[in-house]
Every structure is written in C-alpha cells, then in structure tokens.
C-alpha cells in the first residue's frame, strides 16, 4: 500500500462515511425513509472512494480482481439524491417495487463495462492499469457512451431533483417544525453538489472525445468532489441533523382555545392519520397523539368528543380497518395471513380486531373478504 495525499484523503473520507453511516444507524428517526436513503448515499460514496484508494495507493497490486469494482457507480448518485428528496419533502413518501426501476440506467452502465475488452489475465489487466495510471488509455466508442450515459443521467436527475424542490417552495405547508426554508436550503446545497459532478463528467467526456484519451486526473478530482460531499453532510449533523432526516412533526401555537382551533386541529389530526398513518404503530396512544399535536390530552378528549363525536380507539381502529382492506387488495401482502395483515396496519391482537372490524363493517374479515371476491 502507497501512502499519498490522494490515498490519505481518500481513507479520511471513507473513515468520515463509516462514521455517518454509523451514527445514522444508531441515531432514532421519525422519517425512517430519509434515513434509509441517507445510508445508501453514504454507501455509495463510500464504494467509490474505496474503488479509488484501491488506484491511489497501489492495492491493485496486492488484490488485483477488486480493481475497478466502483466503476458505474455514479449512476447511482442520481437517483439516490431524488428518492431523498423526495423524503424531505413529502410526507407520505415511502420506498416501493417500482423504484427499483431507476436502477436501469446503472444496469445499463455495467452492460457498457461488461462489453469493453480486457486484459485476457490478471498479469495484462494490471498493465492496463498502470498505462491508465501513468499515461491514461486512449477512449473507444464503448468508453464515450458510457461517459455520455453518465452525464445525460446526471443531467436528467438534477433537472427532476430540481423540480421536485422548485414545487415544495410553493406547495409545502408551513405547518411543520421543521421549516420549509431550511429543508429548501440543506436540498440546494445538494443540488448544487450535483452539479459539481455532472460539470465534472460533462468535462471529462468532452476532454476524452477531443483527445481521444482518458486518464487518471478524472478520478483524482471526483475524489475532490465526492470527499466534499461527504464534509458536506458532516457539516450539517454537526449544525443541524434534523435537516437531513426531517420529519413532518406539526407546529402547534398554544394559547388559544379549542374552539377557536378546531378546524385547524382537526386538519392536523387527519394529517396525522392519513399521510403519516401513525395508526398503524400497535403502541399508539391518546396522550401520545396529543404529544403530537401539542396540546394537553384533555384538549385532544374534547376535539374527539365534541367534534367528532367519537372516542381515540373508535378513530383510530376505523382508519386501521380501511388500511387492513386496501392491504388485502394488495397483492404484494398475499403472503401474510388475515391476522398478519391485521398486526401490519396497527392492531395487536386478533380479538380486537376481530371486534373493531365487526363493529365498523358489520361482518367478520374473513366472511368481508369473501364479499370483496364474490
């Protein structure tokens, strides 16, 4: 192993991901999708610098098949940063099949590397790496589609995570803790960061198709750019964690009357339920619900009773019985038994269930689920 600046820059920016991964684990979240997404940014920075250092300090040499293992992996940085987006700004965002499709265009990527000849031995492919060191390698076709994949994907990304962030500065409620204008502000310093690699590969691609030749500079200043990023989310746990993994905790002013709240208290309430569907915590309590609305209980007693003319569990167990319908409706639950699709919205045990069900549908779930296929 060589010992460099860019090596050494590279292990303190690996060892700063394994920190944040770490504390991002370990840390409780309220927006767990955020969290989530976090992670796998951090992952995927982490695979890339690693990829690097194994060129910075010469272990190709001592393990040779894990050279070029982070290839392609900038089509991931894309759709990493707007799924994340995504859960900064939109309450009810969760993770689902279907976002396994922005996968394709780093799919894509490896059928482009999969393509492009190499050394026939491990003997050969270590001298192509250290021309590509030493000198650079010329481009062929397979190399400038690839660099062009990487920055029409960027570019398609940063175009969509902006759109995403210009709509929230004009649709997202003010209602929240956390404010608009600091998620907006944490979301541009990423979009920005964004920029800065697209500009780089941008550069790159136009660099290899003028000289017909790509060489090791390129990842040398990716590595400026990814160790910056990843300062960049370090600086922000350090100011404000909250911003990064945000939840949609709602502001309440005391001080007035209920009366004179109730439509706005109601609104939050259903906010609660229907985006964030806190019903279907099995733990959730009435005193816990008010924590959220942050008001005393006796206030949250008297909206339920007074305005809705109902009682918490009553409430709560009609939204947990139209959420057991539409999961069993689901065929992505068709392996969990009535009972395990009944504790998957919020119920704890099957007597309970059975009852509120009952109660609110007039029929048991097995005999309502045989009138749904009837």
Wanted: net charge positive; hydrophobic share 45%.
């Amino acid at each position: 192993m060589t010992l460099n600046l860019w090596s050494a820059l590279l292990i303190a920016s690996a060892s700063q991901c394994v920190f944040l991964i770490a504390f991002f684990l370990l840390r409780p979240s309220t927006n767990k999708t955020a969290t989530r997404l976090m992670i796998l940014l951090l992952v995927i920075l982490l695979f890339m610098n690693v990829s690097n250092l194994w060129y910075a300090a010469r272990l190709y040499l001592e393990v040779p098949y894990l050279t070029g293992i982070g290839r392609g992996t900038t089509l991931l940085i894309g759709p990493a940063i707007y799924l994340y987006v995504l859960s900064v700004v939109k309450p009810g965002f969760k993770l689902q099949w279907k976002h396994t499709l922005h996968l394709s265009g780093y799919m894509l990527g490896l059928i482009l590397l999969f393509a492009q000849p190499s050394g026939a031995n491990v003997s050969d492919a270590m001298q192509q790496v250290e021309a590509f060191l030493m000198n650079g390698i010329r481009t062929t076709p397979l190399v400038l589609a690839r660099f062009a994949l990487y920055a029409l994907h960027l570019t398609a990304y940063l175009f969509l995570s902006r759109r995403i962030i210009l709509s929230a500065e004009h649709t997202f409620s003010e209602d929240y803790l956390i404010s608009k204008s600091s998620r907006i502000k944490w979301l541009r310093r990423l979009n920005w960061v964004m920029i800065a690699i697209g500009v780089a590969v941008i550069w790159f691609f136009i660099d290899a198709l003028i000289t017909h030749y790509y060489s090791a500079d390129a990842n040398y200043i990716n590595t400026l750019i990814y160790s910056a990023f990843v300062y960049l989310i370090a600086y922000q746990v350090l100011s404000d964690e909250r911003n990064i993994v945000p939840d949609f905790k709602i502001k309440y002013k005391s001080g007035g009357k209920i009366s004179q709240n109730k439509s706005l208290l109601t609104e939050r309430l259903n906010t609660l339920l229907s985006e964030q569907r806190i019903f279907t915590n099995p733990d959730l309590t009435q005193a816990s619900v008010a924590s959220m609305l942050e008001i005393p209980p006796h206030q949250f007693s008297a909206l339920l009773n007074r305005e809705l003319n109902k009682t918490f569990f009553e409430l709560v167990n009609e939204y947990r019985v139209e959420a057991f319908i539409e999961v069993s409706r689901d065929s992505q639950y068709d392996h969990l038994s009535i009972m395990g699709k009944a504790q998957e919205v919020g119920f704890r045990s099957k007597s309970s269930f059975n009852t509120a069900f009952k109660k609110i549908k007039g029929k048991t779930p097995s005999d309502y689920l045989k009138s749904l296929v009837d």
